[in-house]
């Protein structure tokens, strides 16, 4: 997004949460109006810079502490979460790790997989797999809406398998 943001307005982040630390302003959607109408940015970009701006955002938090968090309760997933990770982390050193409240993304170009755990027994795995038809354990993307296409329910390392790892890697495959 940040990258977006440069190419789009020829200005860095940096200078645009200065830009709204300048105007004094600490209410979310009257940083957003302001971004919009005076500096004719969209709904997404306004958005992200005032969430930068208030250090409101998830990525301005703590990574680790985001995802020792979500685990808080959890703790018996720990071990499918940190397969996952590892097995994803085989397909390349282009892969990057973001961490939000409740879940992990995980981005190439776009994000291809996002790992949360769902319950205190299961971990939904979302996949992006365009055009791939669900099967049994290959579902639709349930709560996941439009970021991902399927869905893989997790409540034991062993599900870890080489079927789901193909799946992972066609997904990391397709998001260039």
């Given at each position: 997004?940040?990258?977006?943001?440069?190419?789009?307005?020829?200005k860095?982040?940096e200078?645009?949460?200065?830009?709204?630390?300048?105007?004094?302003?600490d209410?979310?959607k009257?940083?957003?109006?302001?971004?919009?109408?005076?500096?004719?940015?969209?709904?997404?970009?306004?958005?992200?810079?005032?969430?930068?701006?208030?250090?409101?955002?998830?990525?301005?938090?703590d990574?680790?502490?985001?995802?020792?968090?979500?685990?808080?309760?959890?703790?018996?997933?720990?071990?499918?979460?940190?397969?996952?990770?590892?097995?994803?982390?085989?397909?390349?050193?282009?892969?990057?790790?973001?961490?939000?409240?409740?879940?992990?993304?995980?981005?190439?170009?776009?994000?291809?997989?996002?790992?949360?755990?769902?319950?205190?027994?299961?971990?939904?795995?979302?996949?992006?797999?365009?055009?791939?038809?669900?099967?049994?354990?290959?579902?639709?993307?349930?709560?996941?809406?439009?970021?991902?296409?399927?869905?893989?329910?997790?409540?034991?390392?062993?599900?870890?398998?080489?079927?789901?790892?193909?799946?992972?890697?066609?997904?990391?495959?397709?998001?260039?």
């Amino acid at each position: 997004m940040e990258k977006g943001l440069l190419e789009r307005t020829g200005k860095s982040l940096e200078h645009w949460v200065e830009v709204v630390r300048k105007t004094g302003m600490d209410k979310h959607k009257a940083i957003m109006d302001h971004l919009k109408a005076e500096h004719g940015f969209t709904h997404g970009f306004a958005n992200f810079v005032a969430h930068k701006s208030k250090k409101s955002d998830a990525a301005s938090q703590d990574g680790d502490e985001l995802l020792v968090n979500q685990y808080k309760g959890k703790e018996e997933l720990k071990p499918i979460f940190e397969l996952l990770v590892t097995e994803i982390e085989k397909f390349g050193s282009d892969i990057i790790k973001t961490p939000k409240k409740d879940s992990l993304s995980l981005i190439r170009k776009r994000q291809f997989a996002l790992i949360k755990p769902a319950t205190k027994t299961r971990i939904d795995l979302g996949l992006k797999l365009k055009g791939k038809p669900t099967t049994d354990r290959l579902g639709d993307s349930g709560p996941f809406g439009a970021m991902c296409t399927h869905r893989v329910q997790l409540t034991d390392v062993k599900q870890v398998d080489s079927e789901l790892i193909g799946w992972l890697q066609e997904a990391y495959d397709m998001s260039v």
